[in-house]
């Protein structure tokens, strides 16, 4: 099992940054593939970024290509979300989630972190 908590969360004004860690215990994460979903209450969960676990390659929905940049250390078992020039449409709940057997293109995930708040003022 992996236990996953994420940090990092709050208010921003648009065009701020925040960054997100995501902290995994129970298990090492480096041979997983690592993910980060939002979501809005009363919308689908969106898939916002993913990172592999062997080459370090990483995807992200357009609405966040060139703002957000998804990255891990293995040694310290956390993934960050670097969220930058924020817009108010980024408010969401994010969310970490971790797999060890899918293939990369996949959206399905096993393990979910309890999610933190983000809010963009604008």
């Known amino acids: 099992q992996v236990q996953l908590v994420e940090f990092g969360g709050g208010l921003v004004q648009a065009g701020g940054s925040l960054k997100l860690s995501c902290i995994a215990s129970?298990?090492?994460?480096?041979?997983?593939?690592m993910g980060w979903f939002r979501q809005v209450p009363g919308s689908e969960r969106e898939f916002v970024a993913a990172?592999?676990?062997?080459?370090?390659?990483?995807a992200y929905v357009d609405s966040v290509k060139g703002r957000f940049t998804i990255s891990r250390d293995n040694a310290l078992n956390t993934v960050y979300l670097q969220m930058n020039s924020l817009k108010p449409e980024d408010t969401a709940i994010y969310y970490c989630?971790?797999?060890?057997?899918?293939?990369?293109?996949?959206?399905?995930?096993?393990?979910w972190g309890q999610g933190t708040q983000v809010t963009v003022s604008s």
């Open positions: 989630a971790a797999d060890g057997w899918r293939t990369f293109a996949s959206k399905d995930y096993d393990y």
């Open positions: 129970g298990h090492t994460i480096s041979r997983f593939r």
């Open positions: 990172i592999s676990w062997d080459d370090g390659r990483t």
